[in-house]
């Protein structure tokens, strides 16, 4: 398969296109920092003897997104699976009336994904197959005073990949929303005791399996889609009193 992954330099992204290279696909790994990619790719070469390329992208930005989708199709004439690992979350110290962290949030974790996705889904559409696989995360399932500003920009997103997903159900091509709870990666350093993080390599080999499978939304690992409908159960009246909790 011809595989692209937008937020391939770091973390969960890394490691998956690790697990693709390895399983014999194409890589196409992208993010905005240009010289880890070049690392990225050659590391994958070496150690695969696979075919991987490096084009960069950001997300925040329409027109290094609108140069990223012609490169990538002026190469490929065909993307078999997209896979989104982009993302950004702001640390607990920015407030959340901060201007600049409020867009640069959305237009990371929502606005950049669904203007990439609206492109790619619909040469997927055209061509009547695709695979999109997208990590949002549990911090999208409810509205806490703690990072909210993050959890809504997932939410949104989990709302339009479900969208997403009905459009492109008759065309073949399909959309999962992957959740993870806590994954050790440089995003989540300093924030979450190790104990109760994954590795971002287990997260990848999830994904690879996913890209044979038919679910739509799946929580990693599994354990959270039971902690996520409890807290989503508890009424709103009791929740908004438990900000020492959550
Ligand atoms: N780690 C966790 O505990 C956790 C939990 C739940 C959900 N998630 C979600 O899982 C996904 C991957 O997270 P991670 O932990 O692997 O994070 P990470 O290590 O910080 O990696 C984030 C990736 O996004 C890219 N990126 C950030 N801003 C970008 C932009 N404007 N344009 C293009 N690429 C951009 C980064 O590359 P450059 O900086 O080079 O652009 C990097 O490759 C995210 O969507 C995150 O919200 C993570």
């Not at 989708?69 to 078999?80: G, R």
């Not at 390599?201 to 690879?208: L, S």
Request: proline residues 4%; positive net charge; hydrophobic residues 40%.
């Amino acid at each position: 398969m011809n595989v692209v992954i937008i937020g391939a330099s770091s973390g969960i992204g890394r490691e998956v296109a690790h697990v693709f290279s390895q399983e014999g696909h194409n890589v196409i790994c992208s993010s905005r920092d240009e010289k880890e990619l070049e690392w990225l790719v050659s590391d994958l070469k070496i150690r695969y003897d696979c075919s991987a390329c490096g084009v960069p992208v950001d997300v925040t930005n329409n027109s290094s997104i609108k140069t990223f989708i012609e490169k990538i199709y002026e190469n490929f004439t065909i993307i078999d699976c997209v896979i989104v690992t982009t993302g950004t979350m702001p640390g607990n110290e920015m407030p959340y009336y901060d201007e600049h962290g409020l867009i640069n949030t959305t237009m990371t974790n929502y606005v950049g994904i669904a203007l990439i996705l609206n492109e790619m889904s619909r040469r997927m559409a055209n061509n009547n197959s695709g695979i999109i696989i997208c990590l949002s995360s549990v911090a999208g399932d409810r509205g806490r005073q703690s990072n909210f500003i993050y959890g809504a920009s997932k939410s949104a997103l989990n709302t339009y990949l479900q969208g997403l997903r009905m459009k492109l159900y008759k065309h073949n091509v399909r959309v999962i929303t992957v959740l993870p709870g806590y994954v050790d990666t440089p995003m989540s350093y300093g924030t979450v005791k190790q104990r109760y993080a994954v590795s971002p390599r287990y997260v990848a080999r999830k994904i690879y399996k996913l890209t044979k499978s038919n679910r739509n939304i799946v929580y990693i690992p599994p354990i959270w889609w039971l902690i996520m409908r409890i807290i989503r159960f508890i009424p709103e009246a009791i929740f908004k009193r438990l900000s020492s909790v959550f």
